[in-house]
Structures are given as C-alpha cells and as structure tokens.
C-alpha cells in the first residue's frame, strides 16, 4: 500500500530524504531549487510537496504541485483575447480561476514526478490522484493539472483517463540537439537559406560592436536583470504567467551556482539585455531573456546564436529553448516537442465537461518542424535508401 505525505513548505522536509530520491534527474527537482523558487515569492503561488512512501514507511517518491490563480484560457485565440482584455477592464478575473497544478512553475519537467527506479510509475497515478482531491477540496480550487508530459510519457495517460483526466495539449516545447564540436561546425551544418539569414544579422551586431559574456555570479545585478526581463514581459503578446522578481535572480545565482549562469549583451560599453540559463546535467535549458530598453532590431537573433555557441562550449548535449518565438527558434535548427497535460476537475458532476470547455477556450499554433540542417536531409536519404 503506497501512502502520501503533503508538505506546505520545502523547509518542512530534509533535504538529504527529498535530494535521495532526486538521484539523476533534473536539478530543477533538488531541494535547493525548490527553496530558490519559494524564497522567490513568484505571482500568488502556493506550493505542496507530496512524499510518497511504501508499507514500510520507506520513501519512494515525490512530486511538486502548487495553487496558483491561472486563466483558463491561457492559450485563446486571438478573437477571445480581445474580448478578455475588453471585459477584464470590468471583471479582471474573468475566466480566471485557482488551479492546483502538478509541475514545476518556471520550467518544464517530463514526467513532474521522481521515483525509486523499483517502483512503476503507473503504482503512483493513484496515490497521487487521491492526495490532490482532497487537497484541491482543502484549497477550494476547481481545477487539477498534471503538467507537461512529453512523447515519452503517453502511456501515463491510460490509468490517468480511467481516473476521468482529460488529455489537452499545450504549447510544445523546443530542443536543439547538439551534435557539432564548434559554433563554426554548426552554422556550416545549416542549409544556405538559414546560414545566409544568420551570417547576415551576425554582421550587422557586428557592425554595433554587440557582444557578450558569461557569469556565473550575477546576485548584485539582480534588480537590473529583473527590470530587463520586465521590459519584456510587459510587451509579450505570447504566453505568459509567472512574474519574476529581484529576489528570483539574487537565489538563483546564490543557491545555484555554477549551474545558473547570465549571458550578459553589450552595445558597445552599454549593458543591453541577458538570457538566463541553467546548466543542468547535460543539457543548458534557456529561462528567460530581458533586455534594457523595448527596441525593434535583431538583437535577439544574436543572443540566439550566443545561447547556442554558449551550449556547444558548456559541452552539453541538449538545448531547450522553451515556449514562444517559435519562428526564430526553428530557423536556428530547433525541433518541436509536443506537451501534454492532464486536467481534471475534483467535482466529479461538472468533470465530464472540463476537456470541451477548456478544448474551446484554448487554440494553439499550428506548428511543423524545419529540415534545416544539411545533415537532416543526408540522414533522410541514408534512411530511404536502407529500405527494403
């Protein structure tokens, strides 16, 4: 019989129990991470930890969930915004509700749960579906997400669906995966097309004297780092959620160094924006970017090919570049990987009509991959010609 253990606060649990049963997996999941994105005070978050343990009253393992006040239609077409932004001008929380979201708030982590490598994680589905009824009662909420399951995960989906979850997809994800010793290796890899589009926005950050370096202690700049990065999110027409602050950025470098570095860009001697990443593992998962003043130019085509660079030096072998801004990050090379998340809510009468309420609130892009690596193309032929 597995039982659960629901904490309200990561300092409530020792972090040699909870960083055991961490073991290989994302740094994201450690407790040290956990006590960053707490002391952080992000939006109107409310965080559960739940501990999942055996007969034996040994742990075997755990997930993160938080209560957050999220809008339904987060992903609306562009008619339906327009609407909600005309009527949030009378109601500013409509079609806004508490969620308790099982994840992590800042990034995404496929499956958001860790385990003992004997135990099946379908033997959690239960457990852990029972422990967030009874909290989503407790915290008065109306809906349950289970957050970002990628492709490899899909069979969690069955035993999730026979406890009347829906499956809706998000916003996909993006990976670059590196194959290449060099940036030069790379960029020769692109087609002429996208190598053409890179070299010719490269030459003109030149010709401004753009450049940048790397930091891995970046806590006294955190109050300017949170001003960049809110420069953009207030103009962001994409989505968007949590709102960072100074105290995000000072616990990160602090509690997380070396793993979380700045790439600070300049214009000359002036400071002009950062993207914020993670080295973790063997993968650089990029955050956030801000930058000083809103200006139209092609410096985010620059700090792509920086974060890039940054990557193949760092010698990971993945980048994950995240939601939004598909275009700029497709033509870099970038692959789409679908999300999939589980909702449900714990009234069980209105449940059977939460996947069609939220399916017609919510319209996502249509969105391809790009073959836009010569290499691709070799291996497609390689492949037609090893058919029989």
Avoid at 190 to 218: C, G, I, P, Q, T
């Amino acid at each position: 019989m597995i039982k659960t253990r629901v904490f309200s606060s990561i300092t409530q649990i020792d972090p040699l129990l909870w960083d055991g049963l961490v073991a290989n997996r994302s740094i994201t999941f450690s407790h040290a991470f956990w006590r960053v994105i707490e002391q952080s005070h992000l939006n109107d978050f409310a965080y559960r930890y739940v501990i999942f343990f055996d007969a034996d009253d040994q742990p075997i393992g755990s997930t993160t969930c938080y209560v957050v006040t999220t809008d339904i239609a987060i992903f609306a077409p562009l008619w339906l915004r327009n609407f909600l932004i005309k009527a949030r001008r009378f109601y500013s929380n409509f079609l806004k509700l508490k969620m308790l979201e099982c994840g992590t708030p800042i990034i995404l982590n496929s499956p958001p749960f860790v385990i003992h490598p004997d135990v099946d994680l379908s033997d959690l589905v239960e457990p852990l579906h029972k422990a967030l009824k009874q909290q989503a009662r407790k915290d008065g909420v109306l809906l349950m997400l289970l957050r970002d399951f990628e492709t490899p995960e899909e069979g969690l989906f069955e035993p999730l669906k026979n406890l009347g979850y829906h499956e809706v997809m998000g916003l996909p994800n993006t990976y670059l995966d590196i194959r290449w010793p060099s940036i030069e290796a790379y960029r020769a890899d692109l087609k002429s097309y996208y190598r053409s589009k890179v070299n010719n926005h490269l030459r003109k950050n030149a010709e401004l004297d753009v450049h940048h370096d790397l930091l891995d202690d970046f806590a006294h700049l955190a109050d300017d780092l949170c001003a960049q990065w809110m420069n953009v999110h207030e103009r962001a027409n994409e989505f968007q959620r949590e709102v960072l602050t100074p105290t995000f950025y000072r616990e990160l470098s602090q509690q997380l160094r070396p793993h979380a570095k700045i790439l600070r860009f300049f214009k000359g001697e002036n400071w002009v924006g950062h993207a914020l990443l993670l080295h973790d593992r063997d993968e650089v998962r990029w955050l956030y970017f801000g930058r000083a003043e809103p200006v139209n130019d092609s410096l985010y085509l620059y700090v792509v090919q920086a974060v890039i660079q940054t990557t193949i030096d760092l010698d990971a072998k993945r980048l994950e570049m995240g939601l939004t801004t598909y275009p700029i990050k497709q033509d870099a090379g970038a692959r789409l990987e679908p999300i999939r998340f589980a909702i449900r809510s714990p009234n069980d009468l209105i449940n059977p009509i939460v996947g069609r309420v939220y399916a017609l609130l919510n319209k996502l892009p249509n969105l391809r991959d790009k073959q836009v690596f010569k290499s691709q193309s070799q291996d497609a032929a390689a492949n037609e010609a090893d058919e029989p």
